[in-house]
């Protein structure tokens, strides 16, 4: 079972010119050789990285029909990203896709490792962007799995997952050792939700949360911007630096060149493991309240409890 960790997160610089598979697969290997350099594992890439392909895209390809045209890209892309990344005895979370799944596409997160095998994320929360049926139409995942490898109880949240207190409870009860958020978000208040949450999740599951997403505007109609970053976050104790924040880019509107790789090193994942048993600070492990404990008062400061129906449990 693995002690330490080190993970490789790329903020993939989305305003990179890139004009073919042949172009996408040299910058991701470029990468991979960097992180398996540094030391790293683990690599992981951001939500969404499949924008990029639009640059090479047909010309007048409406916004309705580019979550098909990106999945069939992803068919030939993602098992070329973890040949690669096998090659180099490397883990890899390739981003996330668009992924026939019934009648529709989800957004699937792909997480490779170096043995062959292949662990599959839905997306369970989707964006107002995500569901539009005049531009990127998505279907909800349905089913939220861990995987193990190593050791290592692994979870992957996607972007919006991870704010998600349902989910975070229904881990609670057997956590993860390890979070991986792959991330897109257009906007500054986004990646402050993301990294907000991720850095809960840390303290209530007791476990380590990455966060990698994309920088930078992609150079291809309509406009669209992604303020993002990279980041491991761990609880906030005095055996792990107290502030919580293990590795951390902060957010960046835009970079340069292929966007920055956080080397995260030697994270403590075993140390985790024994704390989250015995040895926290203060953290007692999951307490569920039942629902009778919540009460609503009157106004007036009263005291008398207004009736209430039980709390419903939270969906996964």
């Given at each position: 079972?693995?002690?330490t960790?080190?993970l490789?997160?790329?903020a993939?610089n989305?305003g990179l010119a890139?004009?073919?598979r042949d172009a996408?697969l ?5 990468m991979l050789?960097?992180a398996?350099?540094?030391g ?5 890439f951001p939500?969404h990285?499949?924008?990029?392909w639009?640059q090479?895209?047909?010309?007048g390809?409406p916004?309705?029909?580019e979550?098909p045209?990106i ?12 040949a690669?990344a096998r ?14 799944a019934g009648?529709?596409?989800r957004n699937?997160a ?11 994320q839905d997306k369970l929360t ?6 539009d049926?005049a531009a990127w139409?998505?279907?909800?995942g349905d089913?939220?799995?861990l995987?193990?490898?190593r ?5 992957v949240?996607?972007c919006?997952d991870v704010?998600q207190?349902g989910?975070?409870a229904?881990?609670a009860?057997?956590?993860?050792d390890l ?5 897109d978000?257009g906007?500054?208040s986004?990646?402050?939700r993301?990294?907000a949450c991720?850095?809960?999740r ?6 380590a949360?990455?966060?990698a997403?994309?920088?930078g505007?992609v ?5 669209r911007p992604?303020?993002?970053?990279a980041?491991l ?5 005095m055996?792990?630096g107290a502030?919580?924040v293990?590795?951390?880019t902060g957010?960046?509107?835009?970079t340069r ?13 075993g ?7 015995d ?14 404990s919540?009460?609503?008062l009157?106004?007036?400061?009263s005291?008398q409890a207004v ?9 996964g």
């Amino acid at each position: 079972m693995l002690e330490t960790l080190t993970l490789a997160l790329w903020a993939t610089n989305m305003g990179l010119a890139i004009r073919s598979r042949d172009a996408f697969l040299a910058v991701a290997e470029r990468m991979l050789d960097r992180a398996r350099a540094a030391g790293a594992e683990l690599a992981l890439f951001p939500e969404h990285l499949g924008e990029l392909w639009l640059q090479w895209a047909p010309a007048g390809l409406p916004e309705t029909e580019e979550i098909p045209w990106i999945a069939e890209e992803a068919r030939a892309i993602v098992p070329a990203l973890m040949a690669l990344a096998r090659a180099r005895g490397l883990a890899l979370l390739a981003g996330t896709f668009p992924a026939r799944a019934g009648t529709g596409y989800r957004n699937r997160a792909f997480l490779g490792f170096p043995d062959g095998s292949l662990h599959l994320q839905d997306k369970l929360t989707l964006t107002p962007d995500e569901r539009d049926p005049a531009a990127w139409m998505l279907e909800p995942g349905d089913t939220l799995e861990l995987v193990c490898w190593r050791g290592l109880r692994i979870a992957v949240l996607i972007c919006l997952d991870v704010e998600q207190p349902g989910l975070a409870a229904r881990l609670a009860a057997d956590p993860p050792d390890l979070v991986l958020v792959p991330t897109d978000t257009g906007r500054l208040s986004g990646y402050h939700r993301v990294t907000a949450c991720a850095r809960a999740r840390a303290v209530e599951l007791y476990a380590a949360v990455a966060v990698a997403g994309g920088v930078g505007t992609v150079p291809v109609p309509p406009e669209r911007p992604n303020v993002s970053g990279a980041g491991l976050y761990l609880p906030c104790e005095m055996a792990f630096g107290a502030t919580g924040v293990w590795a951390e880019t902060g957010p960046l509107p835009s970079t340069r060149g292929d966007g920055p790789l956080l080397i995260a090193r030697d994270v403590p994942l075993g140390e985790l493991r024994r704390r989250r048993v015995d040895g926290a600070e203060v953290w007692p492990g999951y307490r569920s309240c039942a629902p009778e404990s919540l009460r609503l008062l009157a106004a007036g400061g009263s005291g008398q409890a207004v009736d209430q129906e039980p709390a419903q449990q939270p969906i996964g």
